[in-house]
DNA sequence: TCAAAAGTGTTCTCTTTACACCCATGG
DNA sequence: CCATGGGTGTAAAGAGAACACTTTTGA
């Protein structure tokens, strides 16, 4: 306690999003320091008056202008002592979701980021210090979690077909799906809405819009329900 | 990155053991400072040079003069500014799981902790910071992670009684078990070796000891094998 | 011989899997 | 009328749940 710590704590975020049959990223390109020409993960250095959540919030919000559907904590990086070559950096890695209407960015004119771009999982650029086993971390998370939790509608629209979740099921976890069986499992949840919309996608036959039903679920969670999907 | 941080960064230790039909936390009583007379996690900052993860296993065997069975992250406190009233502290914390023959703690002649005690996890004394909550997630998170994760075990002696693997469950997830349902089950992984020991504790029929094969378990986790056991 | 804990199988139920054809629309 | 994707049921197999008596030892 004497001696002076010198260490700085950041947040990072790794923002998904996903649209036909894609998961993207979303990196930023800073326009000063070391990383200059490299692209990195939103973040930055935390306020001494502020928490964690709201220092990433900010983050994002200042260097890509997002506000996002889901956000955890990931996981904290700080064993390598030199990921960040300037100064001993501990980073705070969140893990967020936004749906396909957040996938057009709109300019962004603020300090920090030269610009912000989704990139595809699968065509990630260069990538500063250790983002890309932070994304690498992430991404691993993203997958495991889809099958015990209800978070796969935080990456589609409100009202989605039942094809692009399933779509969303097999791109991201690389895993054939039995459409009638995976139909039954899902609606046998209770927890999605059908809407009584019914819309007409190039070809093929018009299909019915669904909805996720929160509410709905935080109350079968409560009585012990899990959502689990599982798969060969 | 113009306006200097002034925020320390911390380790803290959940350290679980288990005998008899209760699981104990591990927690010290510091020698200086505000929290005098309250217990705490074993825990303090992190050195300029040191991973976090050193940083926790120094901090364990200097306060406490332990090392665990089994460790990793659990999460990072950082939402509430002012929960060490002193200055902004951000702390990591690990979850630490030891076996019985740690229970009996040696003298500790050092120099940060006065003291170091096991509690019993539903008579834990008043609590420095926000100690209590991240006890109560690290508590959460043990109760989860044994329905999907062989660390049970790492709560045992090397060589356990079935019974014993049974009492951890029930007592810990507070859930009947059908005994022969479960020893079905756990024996059907494959991953628990019996030995050709058997002993006799006070009264009824000896008992064989078992071991988990850690290595069988890898094999098999490698293969798609997952760990997992449901309570009604 | 009694108390205490260990050990052991079978049946029933429920969940999961496998599997193929017709439907509604647009071009 | 053809191509495209949407929508649907049933049977077989496997996994989980329910259930009670015998064995071995120490006191």
Not at 114 to 120: L, Q, R, V, Y
Not at 140 to 149: G, I, M
Not at 196 to 217: H, Q, T
Request: hydrophobic share 40%; proline share 3%.
């Amino acid at each position: 306690m004497s001696i002076i710590q010198n260490i700085k704590i950041a947040v990072d975020a790794i923002v998904f999003g996903y649209e036909k049959n894609q998961l993207f990223v979303l990196l930023v390109k800073q326009k000063f320091g070391d990383t200059k020409n490299l692209w990195c993960l939103p973040g930055g250095f935390v306020l001494n008056n502020e928490s964690l959540t709201a220092a990433v919030t900010r983050e994002l919000r200042e260097e890509t202008g997002i506000t996002v559907n889901y956000l955890e904590q990931l996981y904290t990086f700080g064993d390598k002592i030199d990921r960040d070559p300037r100064f001993r950096v501990v980073s705070v890695a969140y893990f967020a979701l936004v749906d396909p209407s957040k996938l057009t960015l709109t300019t962004i004119t603020n300090t920090d980021a030269e610009k912000a771009k989704w990139f595809p999982i699968d065509q990630l650029p260069d990538l500063a210090y250790d983002h890309r086993e932070i994304i690498d971390t992430a991404f691993a998370r993203l997958k495991n979690k889809l099958t015990y939790q209800p978070i796969g509608f935080d990456l589609l629209e409100t009202e989605f077909l039942f094809s692009e979740l399933e779509n969303l099921y097999t791109t991201l976890l690389e895993k054939n799906i039995d459409r009638r069986n995976f139909r039954k499992k899902i609606l046998g949840f209770g927890i999605i809405d059908e809407t009584d919309k019914i819309i007409s996608v190039k070809s093929g036959r018009p299909a019915k819009l669904f909805k996720f039903n929160e509410k709905k679920y935080r109350e079968l969670e409560l009585k012990g329900f899990h959502f689990e999907i599982k798969f060969n």
